[in-house]
């Protein structure tokens, strides 16, 4: 079939108008795959588009080694890779010729290069819905250069429904009750009783509607979150590691079917158990996502660690001696466990610093003022008395009134003291190993000191509660551990968002340096059972004297 024709049963070009499908043909070519040979592979990012003229092609998914018979099988006229040309990812799963192919294919760049040539070609295109959305969904600061924004959600309009019979109720209240303040004459206008029957409900739907569409359910190609904001009151944000994901259930009620809206239940491999994302629209299509992505890392993985050992066994063959270990990566430098020092009063007042490879956190400063507060008001009123006493010397005032206004306003400036250090001695610690929580009062009257090592923390999500820690920007960041350390809380610091991304780059880091570690001790085994095989055919081969 000729190429216009073929582009023509493709759902991405079948409303172009007949010029610029000819733009796409000319930029259009013709491919010839044998049986048994692949498209393209998982994780390559060739960004290509292939249209099926003729044959059948069958779609491997992450960690499938064959293809099953009649399943995920593409036809002529079918494509593959429409996210690769448009969005530019790396194909999410192979595609291997079951039968001799003949493919017509599209580069991405040639592609992008007709659309700044032609931009009023690209509004007249129709993605999959999954790509206009992945097009129209936002980037947020706190994300990775490299994580990508694959779903972004926001909870159906029943979850708005269900809290408006609250607003309607007020309304049919006020509404009776202005019936009988104009039988009594207390309501006179019309005017008049329209804004008290109306004002208050509106608020309240007005509010209602907001707070529905502060909430969010986001997916990237790293993490699943979730975002629970109810304005004035609190703000909680949930996340789980993608790579994290064992299990997913989707569960629709009759209406939710009806209206196209369900629960997702995902079950991760963390301490928290599970996330429930309630109230979304067409579930199953964002479990697809999440479990071809989570497959696409854990195959990622396994092809990383099969290059590897490919490369381990290259180098034993061809440059090292078997037997001969290649050495460990470096363990993390040591963490240092020891307090900060005191330093000047600048350092003490800082709420976030670094010491090494340590980063430091203070409560905010609205705790230091609740603190300090009282003392500092004492030491106000008693410098005040001290004044009036001074200016007064020779009138009524006693000297003794003095001497009990100095010994006040030193007690004031001790107990002041006292508060701030205080505050300034209980700090939230990372390391490249270890969080750590310390709580120590001043002149070491007693401190008090909790620590668990990176690699227990299973989930960190943070909250926030009241106007105020939205106004300031502080909260409190749960971290939750499988050791016996149990929950750990950073209480009241700035910036939660930011305390949260640098616990979870330093836990990946982490992460990343034990697996390399393990790697390759067990690369370093494996060498060694080469290392003995080639002893014992060497002395197998040997003639016996």
């Known amino acids: 079939m000729d190429i216009l024709t073929r582009l023509k049963d493709v759902p991405l070009f079948a409303s172009l108008d007949p010029p ?70 790396s194909y999410g799963h192979s595609a291997q010729a079951v039968t001799e192919v003949e493919a017509i294919e599209i580069a991405k760049s040639a592609f992008d290069q007709l659309m700044r040539q032609q931009p009023q070609l690209r509004t007249q295109l129709q993605p999959s819905p999954l790509v206009v959305e992945r097009l129209r969904a936002p980037t947020f600061s706190w994300q990775d250069e490299d994580e990508l924004t694959l779903l972004f959600r926001k909870r159906h309009w029943v979850a708005l429904a269900h809290n408006l019979p609250i607003p309607l109720l007020m309304l049919l209240g006020f509404g009776v009750a202005a019936l009988l303040l104009r039988q009594v004459g207390l309501l006179k206008s019309l005017p008049g ?10 608020a309240v739907t007005l509010w209602l509607y907001l707070d529905w569409q502060n909430d969010f359910y986001l997916v990237t190609s790293k993490r699943i979150l979730h975002e629970e904001k109810v304005i004035l ?111 000047q009063m600048a350092r003490l007042l800082r709420l976030r610093f670094k010491e090494g490879n340590r980063v430091i956190w203070r409560q905010h400063w609205v705790f230091l003022i609740r603190q300090s507060a009282a003392p500092a008001v004492l030491l106000l009123l008693a410098t005040a008395l001290i004044v ?24 004031a400036l001790i107990w002041l003291w006292w508060r701030v250090v205080d505050w300034g001695n209980d700090i939230y610690v990372v390391t490249n190993q270890l969080i750590i929580d310390i709580k120590r009062k001043p002149l070491f009257v007693s401190e008090k000191r909790r620590q668990a090592t990176l690699d227990m923390i299973e989930n960190v999500f943070l909250r926030k509660e009241g106007l105020l820690t939205a106004l300031l920007n502080y909260g409190d960041v749960v971290i939750q551990t499988a050791g016996l350390a149990g929950e750990f809380t950073f209480a009241g610091v700035g910036d939660p968002m930011g305390v949260q991304r640098e616990i979870f780059r330093r836990v990946d880091n982490y992460r990343a340096l034990q697996q390399r570690r393990h ?9 060694e059972w080469f290392a003995v095989y080639h002893e014992l055919q060497e002395s197998h081969d040997s003639p016996v004297s």
């Open 20 to 89: 610029h499908l000819e733009h796409i043909a000319a930029i259009s070519g013709r491919r010839r795959f044998p049986q048994g040979s692949f498209l393209f592979r998982e994780g390559e990012s060739d960004c290509t588009l292939f249209i099926v003229d003729s044959g059948q092609v069958a779609l491997l998914q992450p960690g499938q080694l064959a293809p099953r018979e009649g399943l995920d099988a593409v036809r002529a006229g079918g494509s593959l890779g429409e996210e690769a040309l448009i969005l530019g990812d």
């Open 193 to 202: 009783s329209f804004l008290f029957v109306s004002i208050l409900p509106a």
């Open 233 to 343: 009151l609190y703000q909680t944000w949930d996340e789980a590691p993608l790579n994290k994901v064992t299990n997913t259930t989707v569960h629709r009620t009759f209406a939710g079917s009806m209206l196209g809206y369900g629960t997702l239940h995902i079950q991760t491999a963390s301490l928290r158990g599970s996330m429930v994302l309630n109230y979304l629209r067409d579930p199953e299509q964002v479990q697809q996502v999440i479990c071809e992505y989570a497959a696409r890392l854990g195959a990622a993985r396994g092809q990383d660690r099969r290059e590897d050992i490919r490369s381990e066994l290259s180098r034993q063959i061809d440059r090292t001696p078997f037997g001969q270990k290649e050495a460990l990566p470096p363990a993390p430098p040591p963490a240092d466990h020891s307090p900060p020092q005191p330093r």
């Open 388 to 411: 009036v006493t001074l200016l007064n010397a020779a009138s009524s005032f006693p000297f003794s009134l003095f001497l009990v206004s100095l010994a006040v306003w030193l007690g």
């Open 519 to 527: 790697g390759q001790r067990d690369r370093n085994e494996l060498s």
